[in-house]
């Protein structure tokens, strides 16, 4: 078993781009400055995507340049050259591509074929690494697609192997619509560890069915340190449909200081951010921690 963990948080990117009422910039900031307050140090902000695609991710350069102040490492999603220069003009030091094991979440996420998508990564790659900016690659639909169904470990594999090739530092493995199991889970990471080191690997579970915890689990025995999740359970995509929130940072949290893996976070900051958002978004978090945390601090509070 694993003695460290990474843990990336998703919360302002992931969190917020299937939020129906777009949340400003100036809370997406303030979400951010409480992340880091809280002592998470990776933390995607934003999306360089088409506005029509994500409306929500809109002002994600202003978001960007309004964290650079900040101590962490903040990354952001592109998923073009045209992403690229737009990450870069506010100042993007890590960006991250997203690829599809399936071709119908390819097709429906970013429009076109998943050889197609590794083709417009290409010349990102070698933009970045001339610039020295390191890039980061999601694979969606590892465990099931919510149009072409069950995901073979061979197809995610595939395309983990052509990111890590491309030069992507670290190949995130995303239970988009959070279907696996930990069996699964761990069948599905011996096959893409075959072919991409497992210390470069990281997974990106949604907790749909309730079994991401099992399934980061099963991941964290097969030797996978790095863990994306998102403050409160908040997350979804509006491309995979019936989809909840990201596993929750504070349930996480919670599993990993059980087993005595130190994560660095503050609980009680991390709960105060989390209720900021939730409050602005106007829903309880999904997080099981929080809400028992959050019971127990209103029970203490009468005695
Ligand atoms: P397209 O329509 O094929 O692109 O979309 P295009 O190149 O033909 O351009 C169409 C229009 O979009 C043009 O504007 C472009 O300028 C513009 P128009 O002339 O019509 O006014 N455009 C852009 N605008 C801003 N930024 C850009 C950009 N590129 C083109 N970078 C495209 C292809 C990829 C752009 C589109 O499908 C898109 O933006 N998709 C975004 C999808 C997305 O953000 N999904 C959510 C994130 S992925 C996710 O959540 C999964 C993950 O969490 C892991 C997991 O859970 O599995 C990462
Ligand atoms: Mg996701």
Redesign the pocket.
Known sequence: MTDTVRIIEMGPR?GL?NEKTPVSVADRIKFVEALVGAGLSTIEVG????????PQMVGSDEVLRGVSHLRGEFHV????E??YD?ARAAGAKVVSV?ASASEGFSRA????TIAESIERFRPVLLRAKADGVRVRG?V??VLGCPYDGEVKPRAVADVAKRLWELGCYEISL?D?IGVGTPAKARAMLRTVAADVPARALAM?F?DTYGQALANLYAGMEEGIRVIDSAAGGLGG?P?APGATGNVATEDVVYMLEGMGIKTGVDMDRLLEATDTMSKLIGRPPLSRVASALNAKKRAASKE
């Open positions: 992931d781009q999306a360089f995507v088409s506005p029509r695609a994500i999603l592109v998923p073009n045209k992403g737009a997203f996420n970013i429009n076109c999601y969606s639909c995303g988009t990106h949604h995509c491309y």
